[in-house]
């Protein structure tokens, strides 16, 4: 991908032609300004700078995941990042964060299929629904009969009823697979748990509602 220097980057300073760098990224926002949720001016503000500051004060980092790969033409020339993007599904290593189980701590009830499926649903969300979550805060929207579809066919809402025959009925009528492919045999309390648990790790409360409240 291709690098610019500031002073390449501070040439593209309007509404017409707006770049702004984030980080060590160099976005192209211009055919965005006018789709920017928050209004054309905030970004007309920042047009050509690092808006780096301005950018974390006012979105969460799982915004950028999102609309980098559309808007990112290239990096700031000699300059490395400083802010690593986690990885879709990875579980954060900030102490405390996770349970002390799946951070390399000892557990007599979580087990090596409980971290999988943790992961599984981690990823799904942070790909599938997180991005609908942060367009509904936007347009203060509730979720739509396509999350809901994909939901269920991921499994999660069986997954958040707890073990059942429902499980293997469900697989074997193709109606839904298991995150993680987890076993219906090998499904338990504890993989229910971990289904509720990721439901509000997105921090969308009012989305986050909706699916449960249909």
């Known amino acids: 991908m291709k690098e610019y220097t500031r002073e390449e980057v501070a040439q593209h300073n309007s509404a017409k032609d707006l770049w702004i760098i984030v980080d060590n990224d160099v976005l192209n926002l211009t055919t965005f300004v006018d789709m920017h949720p928050g209004g054309a001016y905030s970004l007309v503000e920042v047009a050509g700078k690092d808006a780096t500051e301005q950018f974390y004060g006012l979105h969460r980092q799982e915004v950028l ?26 579980l954060s290593t900030v102490p405390y964060a996770e349970s002390s189980s799946f951070m390399g701590g000892k557990s007599a009830y979580y087990k090596e299929s409980h971290a999988r ?11 599938q ?15 739509t009969t396509e999350i809901y579809t994909k939901m269920g066919k991921f499994g999660l809402w069986a997954c958040i009823v707890g073990p059942g025959p429902w499980m293997k009925m469900g697989l074997e009528g193709r109606l839904f697979t298991l995150p993680g492919d987890v076993k219906p045999e090998e499904f338990d309390y504890f993989h229910e748990q971990i289904a509720h648990e990721e439901n509000r790790t997105f921090g969308c409360p009012s989305f986050a509602d909706s699916l449960g409240g249909g």
């Open 65 to 90: 995941v999102k609309y980098l790969p559309k808007f990112k033409i290239g990096t700031v020339a000699n300059e490395k990042p400083k802010i690593t993007l986690p990885k879709s599904g990875q």
């Open 117 to 127: 499926f943790r992961t599984a649903i981690r990823r799904f969300y942070q790909e």
């Open 129 to 143: 629904v997180i991005p609908e979550a942060l367009a509904s805060v936007f347009f203060n929207d509730t979720a």
